[in-house]
């Protein structure tokens, strides 16, 4: 993502009060990044090549809330 990180992202987020559901998908997923934004409030952090299935059981579980 150009200009901001994932994680930098998230924390304006929440910075400015959204409580919109995150789901990271990144090639560059270290276990500090990963739990980084687990403990920020991530829903699921998928590293690509992820499962098209997981994504969507993930979508779906958030729009069931």
């Known amino acids: 993502m150009p200009g ?3 994680l930098e992202l998230q924390a ?5 009060g959204s409580r919109i559901p995150i789901i ?8 500090r990044m990963r739990a980084q934004a687990m403990e920020a409030g ?7 090549p992820f499962d098209d299935d997981v994504l ?10």
């Not at 990271?24 to 276990?31: H, L, Q, S």
């Open 56 to 65: 969507l059981e993930t979508v779906r579980t958030i729009i069931e809330r």
């Open 24 to 31: 990271f998908i990144t090639a560059y997923g270290e276990p």
């Open 42 to 48: 991530a829903i699921r952090f998928l590293d690509k």
């Open 12 to 16: 304006k987020l929440a910075q400015s």
């Open 4 to 6: 901001m990180s994932g």
